[in-house]
Antibody
């Protein structure tokens, strides 16, 4: 069965960096785009962008350029989100989400990771 | 950017009653509209895609309708497990995917 398992919660100081992993199983990793979604405490869902798991080419949504990097390790079917120069308002749950089967590379999301809480506090 | 506006913000419904949630797009998204359910501490779950197609394993009491700019999610008879927050999402304007702000369905 399809599974997306994310790394555990993390507490970081302002200015530090964090790398969130999303390990997948149960499907061909390079056949479906991977998306990242942010959810600040008590807030809604915000799409951060996606990465083409076949080419490694990332696309970032407005507001997620510069400090945010999507990457892959196809040998272990894992996607990564790295955030540098962390600020307090980066505190949020970060989800990875696979594009729906049958959607080609673009579409809605049928499988999600469990979420990773990143807390930025001094 | 396409703005998705959901209404109402909160919907109070008794178990067994019908719930109707709305989602409006600032410009046409054709039928490229999905609905998700999210419970506290959980990831969102895909309910509906293509505006009206139920995702795998979703009960028939969930239905979606609409196209263009106006969409509706209907839960025909609310069960206890349906009390949650519901989000719409447009994926027509790739790579500018946007979500609505959510509708919380609570017990009346």
């Amino acid at each position: 069965q399809v599974q997306l398992v994310q790394s555990g919660s993390d507490l970081k100081k302002p200015g530090a960096s964090v790398k969130v992993s999303c390990k997948t199983s149960g499907y061909t990793f390079t056949s479906y785009s991977m998306n990242w979604v942010r959810q600040a405490p008590g807030q809604g869902l915000e799409w951060m962008g996606w990465i083409n798991t076949n080419t490694g080419d990332p696309t970032y949504a407005q507001g997620f350029t510069g400090r945010f990097v999507f990457s892959l390790d196809t040998s272990v079917s894992t996607a990564y989100l790295q955030i540098s120069s962390l600020k307090a308002d980066d505190t949020a749950v970060y989800f990875c989400a696979r594009v729906r089967e049958g959607s080609s590379w673009h579409g809605c999301f049928d499988y999600w990771g469990q979420g990773t809480l990143v807390t930025v506090s001094s | 950017e396409i703005v998705m506006t959901q209404s109402p913000v909160t919907l109070s419904v008794s178990p067994g009653e019908r719930a109707t949630l709305s989602c409006r797009a600032s410009q046409s998204v054709s039928s490229n509209l999905a609905w998700y359910q999210q419970k506290p501490g959980q990831a969102p779950r895909l309910l509906i895609y293509g505006a009206s197609t139920r995702a795998t394993g979703i009960p028939a009491r969930f239905s979606g309708s609409g196209s263009g700019t106006e969409f509706t999610l209907t839960i025909s008879s609310l069960q206890s497990e349906d009390f949650a927050v519901y989000y719409c999402q447009q994926y027509n304007n790739w790579p500018q995917v946007t979500f609505g702000q959510g509708t919380k369905v609570e017990i009346k």
